[in-house]
């Protein structure tokens, strides 16, 4: 089981930030092959949930905010690994489900699920609520998790 830190952006150091976005880059800019802007100031107003290897660097990471205009429901975005086949990405989908529900009083998380992705947060519970849309893209679906 790994140690997942929590916080949010004002408490997150210079140097936490700096693996976040590299993570974030590594993964959705570089490996997807996919340009668009990051940086959308929605990690102000995020917990940040993440956790790091022997190195320091972001191994997994997630960020968790309340849906603009759905009272009780969070979102969960920006979900990565960088160290595969570990079972990291469940670990860090469980977390951030069970901070939503514990800190943030959600009824409910949404997230804008990757298609080939459906599975992962299928066995999560979410299911999906919309058609296949293009973002940045990328074939995308809409899904909700009720508690």
């Not at 997942?4 to 800019?29: G, H, M, P």
């Not at 998380?109 to 990328?138: C, H, K, M, N, W």
Request: aromatic letters at 10%; one cysteine or more.
């Amino acid at each position: 089981m790994n140690k997942f830190i929590c916080k949010t952006f004002d408490e997150l150091t210079t140097r936490e930030l700096y693996e976040i976005l590299r993570a974030r880059s590594a993964v959705f800019v570089v490996e997807q092959d996919c340009v668009y802007q990051d940086l959308d100031k929605t990690d102000y107003e995020s917990t940040h949930i993440f956790t790091c290897n022997e190195s320091g660097e972001v191994s997994a990471y997630l960020r968790l905010f309340m849906k603009n205009g759905e009272k009780n429901t969070a979102q969960i975005g920006r979900v990565l690994t960088t160290e595969r086949k570990k079972g990291l990405g469940g670990e860090i989908l469980r977390e951030g489900i069970k901070i939503a529900k514990e800190k943030l009083c959600a009824e409910g998380i949404y997230i804008e699920a990757q298609e080939y992705a459906i599975p992962f947060y299928s066995r999560e519970g979410f299911e999906v609520t919309s058609d296949v849309f293009l973002e940045d893209g990328i074939l995308h679906v809409q899904m909700r998790l009720k508690f």
